[in-house]
């Protein structure tokens, strides 16, 4: 069994690695082994088709499975039967499994009608397997730098195509995929690019025996390199273009792959081929906007995309599905002579251009129009609809040439290369899904405030494509007015694996936030269709904030039980609430423990169908976090406020927690919280002056090492039951045996006495048959002789000696025959007894052969008895070591407390909307403060001459911290500007060390007054 190494010492939480094989076929049941961590009693695998089912296999009876010693046949571990309907479409297909540690995340299994062929490990030339044309190979790397070989069966001119599918099956390999000739001409390569798995298409150029070889980019290998070997003749896409539509539209695509059914040739090179073409319409559904409709694999880049997947069926089957995202303005095709600026493609915002990274160098410019202050999002999408690229803008101001200048001037206003570039953000800031879920991209984009009315002008750029053909490299150009909106995606904190909840414990969901077109408002995040006795409380990503936690509770009395949970943000956009539901993220590979700041190297990740919680049957949370009181924390920029914790340990969890706190808002720090080993306390938090206010939710994150944990204890407890009971069978067995062998022992002196006896009966027998033969001689001899003296006596009648003579002979003969009688009875029963004897003898030898074939059985199975107590003895002490209390590492979330953050700590009345003045008066202007959250100090106000008038005073006031009202006297001079004026108070203040100020407008309406007439 492959297993994935343990990573770093953390609670188990079931995590499936691979399947193999990785799919069947419809109609069929296919063996298949699961491999991966913490799969301890994986007694199920969940498929999302209905039509697929599993069971485990059970083993062939054993020879202590059947009674007296067992109950029956033995499950296998981790094998299962997997049946699949004939009415299963042909496609992929998430699979889970349920063990003791949760529901793992999915892994990918496949219907395909096409025969499959279990990969091997060939040591010759004669193991090599043939594959059938079509056909499929479940096959891996099992080791670092290993090298597979397939034989197919090709007729010249017949076209090849082969794809390595390993991405999909989440899968590290990378394969490199060669056709090879007999003699060893290579026809066709293919190699992974930019993470899609490798597709080779290629003609034989002669009848023959060809090699498939495949051997990993960077000779990796292991249980995590599986892959699944394609050759069909079904269609394969590459490219679509346009790479987006309207949503509501039926619009006409260009289609570019391998075997289209009714595709024609292009122009389009790929892998040193020309790729087929087809025309199709496609119908983008109308609400899909929020929504993705699409079963390939997305990665974390592609989170906040819209769209829908596309595919075509032909004769050898279903293709693979494309992406067809949904553009959000009318669509302009890229011109063809657009790579020079002053051949630049003129745009009239708002507008979405469909172009292509292709040929290769191709550089792209576009100009447009734009008025003085208005304001423009530009944006590229291209690495996140799943091109392999790294786009670069720049946007240039083009001016007329200069009085007596032969040239325009041009100058250059932004360059943007990743998005956040030009917000100043760091790389790794920018990481919001954590190590778990890297949801960075390389595409680049900017809200553009137009300096001067005038002429501007794009160049988009890509490096990649300077060193490549390829027509995949497709982008999106958006440059339209803001149309802010949000995506949301969550994401298991800590876990490749199970999102699995103890008893009364805790479980963190990182929820990030795209924030489309600068959309800055706040977040509010909610889940539902939670398993009984879970909960999770409502939170809020605040205003500019991109990631929030959200914490899942288990009740102390929750039963075992597993749900998929749904996840959805609300929020107001532009004026109206508007709700999208969560997409679901997972990291893919095994994870090292960090802190819950902490940052560790990125993860492989994607997206998945949706998020299953489960419940733990038996094990309880050892140790919990509390935060707050259940109220709302109410401070302002500048605050100070004591949050409570609180620490709840079992007995003997003891250890060091150190806290931190998270989802605070951008440009806000909170020094580390030393729990330690205490039971409750509190932590301070200052919102600096930088920061936005609004609402915000935090959670306390306690990282704890050491916390002693038993793994699995049941199954040391059943291992050592079984190895105890199996003693008793042992001791039986043993029994048996001697008494077998006692028995063997009789049966041979059985029959060495009955072959002594049938031996002494076959000695009497001849002694018996020699005295017959006596008897028969002497009666013959009598009667010859009564015969002789019979016919003498005839010649010589009236002889008495001669009459004597023969009445001699006459008795001689008789007593002959009475003992020729006597010997013929002896001879009868020695005969008898010697058959007795014989047939005792052969008994006895028969149940002699008989018991030692059962001393021979009765050895082996004790053989057999020892070796299998000596297997569970073993099994019972590894069970054993691996349930001892060990020291594991955990994060420990609390749940979330919601912060509301004010602007400031003063709330301002008594300060008039409107006050009526003439030129040349003095004016009060009164106010009242009420101070909160803890600010006793000064207020200082001024009043700023407005833009609009001239002759406006400044005027300022201190207002002490002991007063709460106050005034401002304003005099007008008389060349004051009639006519309203809106005159900004400004409010300052020191908020614990924190500069703080804000502005309330007052309109002055003042009065012309008309000079006085001289006297």
Request: charged fraction near 20%; charge should be negative.
């Amino acid at each position: 069994m492959w297993l994935a190494p343990q990573v770093g010492a953390q609670l188990p939480a079931a995590r499936l690695e691979a399947l193999v094989p990785a799919g069947g076929r419809p109609g069929t049941t296919v063996e298949i082994t699961i491999h991966g961590a913490d799969l301890d009693d994986v007694t199920e695998l969940r498929f999302t088709h209905p039509g697929i089912a599993a069971k485990p296999v059970m083993l062939e009876l054993g020879p202590f499975d059947a009674p007296p010693f067992g109950s029956g046949p033995q499950v296998a571990e981790n094998r299962f039967e997997v049946s699949i309907a004939a009415d299963v479409p042909p496609g992929a297909y998430g699979v889970r499994v349920l063990g003791r540690y949760g529901v793992s995340a999915p892994r990918t299994f496949f219907v395909d009608s096409l025969p499959v062929v279990l990969g091997v490990e060939p040591d010759g030339p004669g193991e090599i397997p043939i594959i059938p044309v079509p056909g499929i190979v479940d096959g891996g790397f099992g080791a670092p730098g290993d090298v597979d070989r397939y034989w197919v069966d090709a007729k010249s001119g017949q076209r090849i195509a082969i794809k390595a599918v390993a991405r999909q099956i989440d899968s590290r390999a990378r394969p490199v995929l060669s056709l090879e000739a007999a003699d060893g001409r290579v026809i066709g390569t293919a190699r992974p690019e930019g993470g899609a798995d490798p597709v080779l298409a290629a003609t034989v150029p002669s009848d023959g025996r060809y090699t498939i070889r495949l051997q990993d980019e960077i000779h990796g290998g292991g249980a995590d390199h599986p892959y699944r070997l394609v050759l069909s003749d079904a269609p394969w896409l590459a490219a679509i273009f346009p790479p987006a539509g309207l949503p509501g539209s039926n619009d006409e695509y260009t289609l570019f792959g391998r075997n289209l059914p009714g595709g024609n040739k292009g122009a389009t090179i790929l892998d040193g081929a020309a790729l087929e073409e087809l025309r199709l319409r496609i119908s983008i559904p109308a609400d899909i906007t929020g929504r993705m409709v699409f079963d390939g694999r997305l990665e974390p880049a592609q989170f906040a995309i819209d769209g829908v997947g596309v595919h075509v069926d032909g004769p050898g089957g279903r293709s693979n599905e494309l992406l067809l995202s949904a553009a959000s303005a009318p669509l302009v095709r890229e011109a063809d002579a657009n790579d020079r600026p002053d051949s630049a493609q003129k745009l009239i915002p708002p507008c979405e251009v469909a172009g292509m990274f292709h040929p290769r160098r191709d550089v792209d410019w576009y100009t447009f129009e734009a008025k003085k202050d208005e304001r423009l999002w530009i944006e590229v999408w291209s690495h996140r609809i799943g091109a392999p690229v790294d786009p670069a803008l720049v946007i240039q101001r083009v001016e007329p040439p200069a009085e007596g200048a032969a040239m325009e001037k041009v100058t250059v206003v932004a360059t943007i290369d990743d998005a956040g570039q030009a917000a100043g953000m760091s790389d790794i800031t920018r990481r919001h899904g954590g190590r778990e879920f890297d949801q960075r991209s390389f595409d680049p984009a900017v809200l553009f405030t137009a300096p001067a009315d005038g002429t501007y002008r794009l160049l988009i750029r890509e490096s990649r494509s300077q060193i490549r053909d390829d027509p995949r490299l497709a982008y999106r150009l958006v440059v339209r007015p803001p149309q802010p909106d949000f995506r949301i995606v969550a994401v298991p904190v800590d876990t490749a694996g199970a999102v699995l909840l103890r008893k009364g414990g805790r479980e963190m969901i990182r929820v990030v936030v795209a924030r489309l077109d600068g959309f800055d408002g706040e977040v509010t995040v909610s889940a539902a269709g939670f398993p009984a006795g879970v909960t999770a409380a409502e939170i809020v990503i605040g205003p500019g904030s991109s990631v929030g936690y959200l914490t899942l509770s288990a009740d102390p009395a929750a039963a075992a039980a597993q749900g998929a949970i749904e996840i959805s943000g609300r929020a107001t956009v532009s004026g109206q609430v508007v709700t999208r539901g969560a997409r679901i993220g997972t990291a893919l590979d095994s994870l090292q423990f960090v802190q819950p700041d902490g940052q560790g190297p990125s993860s492989r990740a994607r997206l998945i169908d949706r998020l299953v919680v489960s419940v733990s049957a038996d094990e309880t949370a050892k140790v919990t976090l509390g935060i707050g009181d259940g109220k709302v924390i109410e401070t302002s920029r500048g605050g100070i406020v004591k949050v409570p914790w609180t620490a709840t340990r079992q007995d003997g969890a003891g250890g060091t927690i150190n806290g931190f706190v998270l989802g605070l808002p951008a440009g806000m720090t909170a020094p580390q919280v030393a729990i330690g080993g205490g039971n409750a306390g509190e932590f301070e938090l200052r919102p600096p002056a930088a920061i936005r206010p609004g609402t915000y939710s935090l959670i306390l994150a306690g990282s704890m090492t050491g916390l002693q944990y038993a793994r699995n204890p049941d199954s040391a407890t059943k291992a050592k039951a079984q190895a105890d009971a199996f003693a008793a069978v042992v001791t039986e067995v043993q029994s048996l045996a001697q008494k077998s062998q006692q028995e063997s022992q009789a049966a041979a002196t059985a029959l060495a006495s009955a072959t002594a006896e049938a031996t002494s009966m076959q000695q009497a027998r001849t002694a018996a048959e020699q005295a017959a033969l006596q008897a028969a001689v002497a009666l013959t001899t009598a009667e010859q002789a009564l015969a002789a003296a019979a016919k003498q006596a005839e010649g010589m009648p009236g002889d008495a000696a001669l009459g004597e003579l023969v009445v001699k002979a006459r008795t001689t003969r008789d007593e002959a025959i009475a003992k020729g009688k006597v010997a013929a009875a002896a001879l009868e029963l020695a005969t008898m007894k010697r058959d007795e004897g014989a047939e005792k003898q052969r008994v006895t030898a028969a149940t002699k052969e008989t018991m030692e074939l059962a001393a021979q059985e009765a050895l082996k199975r004790m053989q057999l008895a020892l070796q299998e107590k000596q297997r569970l003895d073993q099994k019972s002490q590894q069970t054993q070591t691996q349930s001892a209390p060990r020291g594991v590492n955990l994060n420990i979330p609390s749940p979330p407390v919601t912060v509301r953050v004010a602007e400031h700590p003063l709330q301002v009345s008594g300060l008039p909307d409107r006050l009526q003045v003439k030129q040349g008066d003095m004016v009060e202007v009164p106010f009242r403060v009420e101070r909160l959250y803890g600010f006793t100090g000064d207020v200082s106000l001024q009043c700023q001459p407005p833009a609009t008038a001239s002759g406006f005073p400044q005027a300022a006031v201190n207002l002490p911290g002991a007063m709460a009202d106050g005034k401002i006297v304003v005099s007008l001079p008389p060349t004051a500007t009639s006519g309203e004026h809106t005159v900004p108070v400004r409010f300052s203040l020191n908020f614990n060390g924190q500069p703080l100020s804000f502005e309330k407008p007052v309109v002055f309406a003042v009065e012309q007054v008309a000079p006085a007439t001289p006297k």
